[in-house]
């Protein structure tokens, strides 16, 4: 097996030495877009520092980046941009032997290029990528020396700023289905593994979005691949006629000093709504960071742990655009962010997908199912809507389990039988029970724990080695973990609860197990709900608990659905935010559509969003502690 965790080259057993991006190359056909490039350089600090010896090429450089504008007409700049109008055309990795990166480039399949040398330039080896663009392999050279140096008659910039340090990442648009392709090319040829795989929601669909980086993350690709037609990337393929890359991130250690200076030169950032600074009040960021993070209209994830700012510049060129970060130890990139960027760009004020079906997530790993591999099952009927097979897949690919999560579609009259049979499966870890099957599942167990009981639904079975069935329900320690996690405060609130089946008893007992101090049950058949707070009351005898709808909904901190209204965009709200008090809580238990419409109007209203998938991702933990894959 090839070992990419080596930090020096070698032949047999793979490769390493990977030292960061030395430039990217731009191609600039027409007159305008030269001179919008050359525009967008220079409002973020770039200084032209040289032009080529024998080319019509300029080199820009701050920092550690070069960026290089080729309009030189005899060249492979200029095919490339007749073909793709304004776009990047090369880059260049730089590597601590470059000719030998490129050998063992080409004996894994990639395609030798050679160009036309000038006089006076050097020879860089170089490839083709699977999309004809050309990847350049550069040796690495002493601090503060770059060898296009060589190449280029450098001069003196006056006022050269170097407050953009270095390439943080790129994104490049791929094909739909060629992802997989990409992640191949990059891991076969330089050693890159993949570090993300998410769904991300654009305002017309999905996009797929996988992040390829080597082991010091010193070079990240994100290869964003669109689901659904109308989406930012899909519009990309269109304009750039075929895959390439459409979004590039320097990094900076000061965000708002770099802000400060190219402002006063007109640089323009994309205006984020703010809405997206409310929610992050609501989440608990410090109310002086939120008010600075909007006047600067910069973006924050802390999601992981550190801090990733980011904000986003409004380019002239029409299609390559910007990203200016800065992380505090901090890995990701921004992922709950990507929906609120795109609907800024898009000017869309309030998110609602075009589409209720989420895409499956690919297996874009090269690796295979073997004959070692277990099974963990979501168990529901339909299962065409669920996103567990998703989350929990992302979980486990991170997490490097030899484990595959799928939905298992079975109807209610073939539960029993089901259930039978899967005591017989050895390699089953178990199954993620969803609707119609939480509560019908109960008596067909073996052992279920007191917190089911109580509810009278299960939500995650295990299979013990002989064959023995043990379930337990998470949903509402999901639910009080989630809300935690977003600012809220469960103990000493006043909840309102539509819903009195499996989810919305689950997250009663929860809530109140947390300090609940009253509680509304309101559900369609009156006799689920008295049923509920009866045995509430029962339970814990200082829980305020009723039947109904509050009278003066105001007064409460936080309305729950734990109805399936809402999955499907016709559906009609189980009630009107607007009866609420701006600042309190709606929560969904819903995962799909992420912002439905209820979620929708709440944010108009200026309530604070408790979305139902960030219920699910604090549940994975209880999950994996139910399935023995951690303590």
């Known amino acids: 097996m090839t070992d990419f965790n080596s930090n020096a080259f070698d032949d047999e057993n793979g490769i390493g030495g990977l030292s960061g991006i030395e430039f990217i190359e731009f191609s600039a056909v027409s007159d305008t877009d030269f001179a919008n490039l050359r525009k967008d350089f220079e409002l973020l600090g770039f200084a032209c520092v040289g032009r080529h010896r024998s080319k019509d090429v300029q080199l820009f450089r701050q920092g550690g980046i070069n960026l290089i504008l080729n309009r030189e007409p005899s060249s492979f700049a200029h095919s490339f941009g007749t073909v793709h109008g304004v776009s990047v055309c090369a880059l260049a990795l730089r590597v601590n032997d470059a000719q030998r990166f490129h050998d063992f480039a080409v004996r894994q399949g990639a395609q030798d290029f050679s160009d036309r040398i000038g006089p006076g330039e050097a020879t860089i080896p170089a490839i083709r990528t699977v999309s004809g663009r050309l990847l350049y392999l550069v040796d690495e050279q002493a601090v503060g020396i770059s ?14 700023v170097n407050t953009l340090t270095a390439v943080d990442h790129i994104s490049q648009t791929v094909g739909r289905g060629e992802t997989k392709k990409w992640v191949r090319f990059y891991s076969r040829c330089f050693g890159l593994h993949v570090v993300e795989h998410n769904n991300i929601v654009d305002p017309k669909g999905y996009t797929l979005s996988t992040v390829v980086a080597d082991n010091e993350r010193k070079i990240q690709f994100c290869l964003n691949e669109p689901v659904d037609d109308g989406t930012d990337c899909q519009r990309f393929l269109k304009e750039n006629f075929g ?39 609501a989440e608990g960021y410090a109310r002086d960071l939120v008010s600075q993070l909007g006047r600067y209209n910069v973006m924050i994830d802390s999601e992981g742990g550190g801090r990733f700012l980011h904000a986003y510049v409004e380019s002239l060129n029409g299609r390559i655009f910007f990203e200016i970060v800065e992380r505090k130890n901090h890995h990701g990139f921004g992922r709950h962010d990507v929906t609120a960027r795109l609907m800024a760009q898009e000017g869309v004020v309030t998110l609602r997908p075009s589409r209720v079906t989420p895409p499956a997530m690919p297996d874009i790993a090269e690796t295979s199912i073997d004959g070692s591999t277990t099974l963990v099952g979501v168990l529901g009927d339909p299962t065409w809507h669920l996103r567990m097979p998703e989350i929990i897949g992302h979980w486990l690919a991170l997490h490097g389990f030899n484990t595959v999560c799928v939905p298992l579609p079975v109807a209610a009259d073939n539960l029993a039988a089901f259930i039978s049979a899967t005591r017989a499966l050895k390699n089953l870890v178990g199954y993620i029970v969803a609707l119609p099957h939480k509560q019908a599942v109960l008596p067909l167990l073996d052992e279920i724990s007191p917190r089911a009981q109580r509810i009278g639904a299960v939500n995650v079975v295990r299979r013990e080695a002989d064959g023995r069935l043990v379930g337990d329900m998470v949903d509402g320690p999901g639910f009080v973990k989630g809300w935690t996690s977003l600012g809220g405060e469960v103990a000493g609130a006043k909840a309102w609860i539509i819903g009195a089946g499996s989810a919305g008893r689950a997250i009663a007992y929860a809530s109140a197990e947390a300090g609940l101090r009253s509680v509304w049950i309101e559900d369609l058949v009156p006799d689920r709900a008295h049923h509920l707070v009866d045995a509430l009351r029962v339970a814990y005898p200082d829980l305020a608990a009723r039947v109904g709808r509050p009278p003066n909904p105001e007064t409460v901190d936080i309305a729950v659905n734990a109805t399936d209204h809402g999955m499907d965009l016709d559906d009609v709200p189980p009630f009107d935010p607007a009866v609420l008090r701006p600042g309190s809580w709606v929560a969904e238990t819903i995962l799909m559509p992420e912002t439905t419409e209820l979620l929708a109007l709440a944010e108009r209203h200026g309530c604070r969003l408790f979305p139902g998938r960030r219920m699910v991702e604090c549940q994975i933990g209880d999950y994996a502690r139910h399935f023995r894959w951690k303590d």
């Open 147 to 160: 060898p296009l140096d060589n190449d280029f008659l450098l001069v003196e910039a006056s006022g050269m």
């Open 243 to 281: 895959e390439g890359i459409q979004h590039i991130a320097f990094s900076t250690d000061d965000i708002f000093g770099f802000l400060d200076n190219a402002n006063s030169v007109g640089l323009t950032i994309l205006p984020i709504p703010y809405g997206y600074y409310d929610n992050l009040i």
